[in-house]
């Protein structure tokens, strides 16, 4: 079975700067490793995925996330953040045996001007 | 259709009444996920449809949960005796076979409210 920890709930940050929401994992087998947006009153989107290959990972609107195995972990960057980047973010596993995704909690990312 | 559907987009009812919502996945995705989206709980898996496989319902919290999917295409979760607690966003997925690598494509989801 996998689980995901997304620690942080709410991440506040001013328009411009760089941030980092946190993910990681448990899994006893390999792993395939997402990351999901939902804007306000949206459903949600694919951002970027891992499976196999290169560990950093790239998305749409400029976002990458780099996975390591080591520290099993998954987080998502973006150098540079814009109002419009406002939404919750989802992290999400699932193993290499089964179709099934486990989403984390949700990390709510608040641009501020 | 061009995506997922999910109906009604609302929905209230009260307490101790039977709901149905409906999922109308994407035409050719044969994998069909059921979710719940609870304020801080991030997305609860319920069940999962694939093909003609018997369905994965670990997720579904109690007997009084339950879904079909008919002829691989539309499905519907059904919930008996409502209660407080099941109030929340459902959100229905389809994926092809294969699913995350695919990555899901995600209805808009019904919103729940028992009164």
Known sequence: ?113 | GAGVSQSPSNKVTEKGKDVELRCDPISGHTALYWYRQSLGQGLEFLIYFQGNSAPDKSGLPSDRFSAERTGGSVSTLTIQRTQQEDSAVYLCASSLPGGPNYGYTFGSGTRLTVV
Not at chain 1, 2 to 11: E, F, I, R, W
Not at chain 1, 23 to 38: A, D, K
Not at chain 1, 56 to 65: H, M, P, R, S
């Open chain 1, 1 to 113: 079975a996998q689980s995901v920890t997304q620690l942080d709930s709410q991440v506040p940050v001013f328009e411009e700067a760089p941030v980092e929401l946190r993910c990681n994992y448990s899994s006893s087998v390999s792993v395939y490793l997402f990351w999901y947006v939902q804007y306000p009153n949206q459903g949600l989107q694919l951002l970027l995925k891992y499976l196999s290959g290169s560990t950093l990972v790239k998305g749409i609107n400029g976002f990458e996330a780099e996975f390591n195995k080591s520290q099993t972990s998954f987080h998502l960057r973006k150098p540079s953040v814009h109002i419009s980047d406002t939404a919750e973010y989802f992290c999400a596993v699932s193993g290499v045996d089964t179709d099934k995704l486990i989403f984390g909690t949700g990390t709510r990312l608040q641009v501020f001007p």
